[in-house]
């Protein structure tokens, strides 16, 4: 059977079967293209364990593929051929013998607390060209440093998901498709509050929270994208979206916030995911020392 075809099959029950969202399908469809493209294999037959595993090594060993890369890829190629043998096409799995690199355990990049504050004093004094897009660049920075959400997450956020009377945001069909509820700080409900009242005078009727200067929509990943290069390099700290959520989660930590209350702030299915943060918190590490009772 052609390859392609099961691909956009796959793709297909993994959207609307199993609910898997755009990231992951898209992790799929990539995964599955580089391996067609580089094994220059068309049919399913011609698949063998043989020539997977020798497509594993050489982009370990020629391409260079980190731990991860390596893992990705496995994980992709092994849930569609899982599908292949569900679906009565094959009679076995092709991946499932290969051995997988162990993941290297590295801290995870974040901002401290005094880069965190320097990052929201360059988003807001930056020369601008329009007062609205000060405010509205504030807010989502700020958005991302208070709350932790996902880049996908705050650009999904609707003006009926903030509740700042309750000092609330409402993250909905989150990672997992898990809904959740994060607490809003008096910091960022009046950044948001300033934000808001910047938008209505602009007339900005869209949905979306954070809505687009020049059209009367909200605002893209891609956008959010263009925005952290334009302040990354005016501010020289080295940051994305991602590195944001997890300055987020150690800041809460040398805050005092317990495990199980981050954990659900985070959206993480285990409470183990969440334990990672303890390991990139000095500060939270060094606070347990005096315990030591000998101290």
Same mark, same amino acid.
């Given at each position: 059977m052609d390859l392609q075809v099961l691909g956009s099959q796959f793709e297909s029950y993994s959207t609307h079967i199993r609910g898997f969202s755009k990231d992951t399908v898209r992790r799929y469809h990539g995964? @599955?293209?580089?391996?067609?493209?580089?094994?220059?294999?068309? +049919?399913? $037959? $011609?698949?063998? *364990?043989?020539?997977?595993? %020798? /497509?594993?090594?050489?982009?370990?060993?020629?391409?260079? /593929?980190?731990?991860?890369?390596?893992?990705?890829? !496995?994980?992709?190629?092994?849930?569609?051929?899982? /599908?292949? #043998?569900?679906?009565?096409?094959?009679?076995?799995?092709?991946?499932?013998? #290969?051995?997988? *690199?162990?993941?290297?355990?590295?801290?995870?990049?974040?901002?401290?607390?005094? $880069?965190? @504050?320097?990052?929201? +004093? &360059?988003? !807001?004094?930056? *020369? &601008? *060209?329009? =007062? !609205?897009?000060?405010?509205?660049?504030?807010?989502?920075? =700020? %958005?991302? #440093?208070? =709350?932790?959400?996902?880049?996908?997450? @705050?650009?999904?956020? %609707?003006? =009926?998901?903030?509740?700042? +009377?309750?000092?609330? #945001?409402?993250v909905r069909q989150g990672k997992g498709s898990k809904d959740r509820v994060i607490p809003i700080n008096p910091t960022l409900g009046g950044i948001l509050t300033r934000y808001l009242q910047e938008r209505k005078r602009l007339g900005k009727t869209c949905p979306q929270l954070f809505a687009s200067f020049i059209r009367n929509v909200g605002i893209t990943q891609e956008g959010i994208h263009l925005l952290i290069g334009q302040i990354r390099r005016a501010s020289k700290l080295q940051f994305s979206a991602h590195s944001l959520r997890h300055t987020f989660a150690t800041l809460m930590l040398e805050g005092g916030c317990d495990l199980y209350s981050l954990s659900k702030m985070m959206g993480h299915e285990n409470i183990q995911t969440t334990t990672i943060y303890l390991a990139a918190s000095v500060e939270h590490l060094r606070s347990q020392m005096p315990k030591h009772p000998m101290g």
């Open positions: 995964a @599955l293209g580089l391996f067609l493209r580089e094994t220059q294999v068309r +049919e399913l $037959e $011609e698949v063998t *364990p043989g020539m997977v595993r %020798t /497509w594993f090594f050489h982009g370990r060993s020629d391409r260079g /593929w980190s731990a991860a890369t390596f893992q990705t890829y !496995y994980k992709s190629l092994l849930v569609f051929f899982r /599908w292949c #043998i569900h679906e009565g096409h094959l009679a076995q799995n092709p991946v499932a013998d #290969i051995e997988r *690199p162990r993941l290297e355990k590295k801290l995870r990049r974040k901002l401290t607390k005094q $880069e965190a @504050l320097q990052l929201l +004093e &360059y988003a !807001y004094n930056y *020369p &601008y *060209p329009h =007062a !609205y897009l000060r405010f509205r660049n504030h807010a989502m920075l =700020a %958005t991302f #440093i208070f =709350a932790g959400l996902r880049k996908n997450e @705050l650009v999904n956020l %609707t003006l =009926a998901d903030v509740d700042l +009377e309750n000092r609330s #945001i409402l």
